[in-house]
């Protein structure tokens, strides 16, 4: 059959009429299923399923559509059509009518017409089930932000445990190989505002958000778990759990091995009986509580927390990640206010010893010994073996990353140092530590200038955070930047008039040497309020250099600062790095300046 004849079969037979009322109703049906069917609680395969009857449908319904017909008085098969002729002049008698060019054109548009239902149809299903759409396949979801669970009970005191509850699945999504978790700080950030699930995505770098809440009453726990593409803001998957406060553990692995099923059918869920449930609910609340005190990273809450994780202890003497927790915190007090190191190495290495032996795959107790071997013990190469056995067990665990960038960069091995950095930052974008390692770096690095571009923006970000504010005034006082000193400087001299306005005579110092006699006259005040190495930095940007050799050495000699191996690679002691002396410092801490 020719194409115009073929043409005129389908109009004649409404071929065409039913292409086009097919394709309305079946782009309906996927908006309506697309629409209704996640409000209905349905699994999100029913929707794609519809489509595909839909796209299958279409074929079968033309073919019944040539073959039959609708009429009043049923369906009935459509009749053979007579031989259309037309009368010609000229001719012996009537002959085959032949299209005319404005008819060919008219058939040529009705395909065209035709096809483009079918494909407009095929986009619809595309755009909203395809890769980039709400129903995006669960593969293509390989990260994801868990923000804070809200503490919904009625008394409103159970924050500390619907963030133990969010803490809990973080670490158990980060032990899954190819999710990419972002880290605590980052998520937390987030706590208790109304930010956008699309723009919480975009500045975390995840594909996929859980949020939820916690209500408890008494001994009975509900918790709400809903899963959303961070893309569209579509919700993926939820679900409500009622269980009894005992069973905390078991809520926590449903609910992380329902996430890993519904983001990537070939992640292996992580298995309940990695984690032994503490002994009592009390331990464990004791253990939240505490792990809540460590993120808070002051002397005084860091204290408390090992109180509590000792509390813990005592309800649970086999409770290995309270042993962990307590070891953390005790590998990073001395750098936060006042603690023998001999004590924080003593009682840090064996409670990460006594987590280990209970469960040698806890990847905090391993980080835990590298930060003690790091800047207690000065043993760099022990450090990074601790580290990469911690990212052996957790390669998402962003703390490790960032502790092993610091080895490395005391190494002298900037390059390995950025990479793990950078990784650390991308998992926990919004962690202040995080950053304030990558500012160091770029400062050992010769890039001071963008460093202090990190710690203006941590500083504005984290008024609080000391360790940003004492390196940004030292940059400052190293480049001569009087405003970056002033921006922090009674931060950094706890509200001591005195000691700011000395800091800013260094800089001034730094900028202009006639102002170097002014910049002298306040280093005493600088030694009694700053440890004995940062009063070094301070004297090697007065010019003094004898004198901050002598300090470096008091500080090698006491093994009393946590923040020495960082200090000795400060821009501000380049001068002293022909120094025989210095050399000799460096070497006993096993730091390596990099030429």
């Known amino acids: 059959m020719s194409a115009p004849n073929l043409f005129s079969e389908l109009r004649r037979r409404k071929v065409l009429r039913v292409a086009g009322m097919y394709a309305v109703g079946?782009?309906?049906?996927?908006?309506?299923?697309?629409?209704?069917?996640?409000?209905?609680?349905?699994?999100?395969?029913?929707?794609?399923?519809?489509?595909?009857?839909?796209?299958?449908?279409?074929?079968?319904?033309?073919?019944?559509?040539?073959?039959?017909?609708?009429?009043?008085?049923?369906?009935?098969?459509?009749?053979?059509?007579?031989?259309?002729?037309?009368?010609?002049?000229?001719?012996?008698?009537?002959?085959?009518?032949?299209?005319?060019?404005?008819?060919?054109?008219?058939?040529?548009?009705?395909?065209?017409?035709?096809?483009?239902?079918?494909?407009?149809?095929?986009?619809?299903?595309?755009?909203?089930?395809?890769?980039?759409?709400?129903?995006?396949?669960?593969?293509?979801?390989?990260?994801?932000?868990?923000?804070?669970?809200?503490?919904?009970?009625?008394?409103?005191?159970?924050?500390?445990?619907?963030?133990?509850?969010?803490?809990?699945?973080?670490?158990?999504?980060?032990r899954v190989e190819g999710l990419r978790v972002a880290a605590r700080t980052s998520s937390f950030a987030f706590k208790n505002t109304d930010a956008d699930i699309r723009e919480i995505g975009r500045r975390l770098g995840v594909r996929s958000v859980l949020e939820g809440s916690v209500r408890r009453e008494g001994d009975q726990l509900r918790v709400t778990a809903q899963l959303i593409d961070a893309a569209t803001g579509y919700h993926l998957w939820s679900k409500t759990y009622d269980h009894e406060v005992s069973s905390v553990f078991t809520i926590q692995d449903e609910i992380a091995n329902a996430i890993v099923s519904e983001l990537r059918k070939q992640f292996t869920p992580v298995s309940v009986a990695e984690q032994r449930a503490p002994a009592s609910v009390r331990a464990h609340e004791l253990y939240l509580q505490a792990v809540a005190r460590w993120h808070n990273r002051s002397d005084v809450s860091v204290r408390l927390a090992i109180s509590l994780f000792e509390q813990a202890i005592a309800e649970d003497p086999e409770y290995a990640e309270a042993y962990a927790g307590l070891a953390q915190a005790y590998a990073v007090l001395p750098s936060l206010g006042e603690l023998p190191l001999q004590e924080a190495i003593a009682k840090g290495a064996a409670a990460a010893a006594q987590a280990l032996a209970l469960n040698a795959g806890l990847a905090d107790a391993h980080a835990a010994l590298g930060q003690i071997a790091q800047s207690f013990e000065w043993d760099l190469r022990s450090a990074e073996r601790a580290y990469r056995r911690a990212l052996t067990f957790n390669p998402g665990y962003a703390t490790a990353h960032q502790w092993y960038a610091e080895t490395l960069m005391m190494l002298g091995r900037h390059g390995e140092a950025q990479e793990h950095v950078d990784i650390a930052i991308?998992?926990?974008?919004?962690?202040?530590?995080?950053?304030?390692?990558?500012?160091?770096?770029?400062?050992?690095?010769?890039?001071?200038?963008?460093?202090?571009?990190?710690?203006?923006?941590?500083?504005?970000?984290?008024?609080?955070?000391?360790?940003?504010?004492?390196?940004?005034?030292?940059?400052?006082?190293h480049t001569g930047r009087i405003a970056d000193v002033e921006a922090v400087a009674m931060s950094v001299a706890e509200g001591d008039a005195e000691v700011a306005s000395a800091l800013g005579a260094l800089a001034r110092a730094r900028a202009d040497a006639t102002q170097r006699d002014a910049a002298i006259a306040g280093l005493p005040l600088l030694d009694r309020a700053l440890p004995p190495a940062l009063a070094a930095l301070c004297h090697a940007a007065a010019g003094e250099h004898a004198a901050a050799l002598e300090r470096l050495a008091g500080s090698v000699d006491r093994r009393d600062d946590a923040n020495l191996p960082f200090i000795l690679l400060h821009p501000l002691l380049e001068p002293l790095h022909t120094s025989a002396q210095f050399r000799e410092l460096v070497d006993i801490v096993g730091v390596v300046i990099a030429d």
């Open 426 to 477: 991308e998992l926990d974008p919004l962690s202040p530590s995080a950053q304030a390692v990558r500012a160091y770096l770029l400062a050992v690095r010769g890039q001071v200038d963008a460093a202090l571009d990190v710690y203006r923006d941590v500083t504005t970000l984290h008024p609080d955070y000391d360790i940003a504010l004492v390196n940004r005034a030292l940059l400052g006082v």
């Open 26 to 174: 079946a782009w309906a049906v996927v908006e309506v299923s697309a629409t209704t069917f996640p409000l209905l609680g349905l699994p999100e395969w029913t929707a794609r399923f519809v489509i595909v009857l839909a796209m299958l449908g279409l074929p079968v319904a033309l073919t019944l559509s040539w073959f039959f017909d609708v009429t009043a008085g049923g369906v009935v098969r459509t009749p053979e059509a007579a031989p259309a002729v037309v009368a010609v002049s000229g001719s012996a008698g009537p002959v085959p009518a032949v299209a005319t060019a404005a008819t060919m054109r008219g058939r040529a548009a009705g395909f065209f017409g035709l096809g483009m239902l079918v494909a407009l149809v095929t986009v619809a299903a595309y755009s909203r089930f395809g890769p980039a759409g709400p129903g995006a396949t669960r593969s293509s979801i390989d990260s994801i932000a868990v923000l804070p669970f809200a503490d919904l009970s009625s008394a409103h005191d159970q924050e500390y445990f619907s963030d133990g509850m969010t803490e809990e699945l973080l670490d158990r999504l980060a």
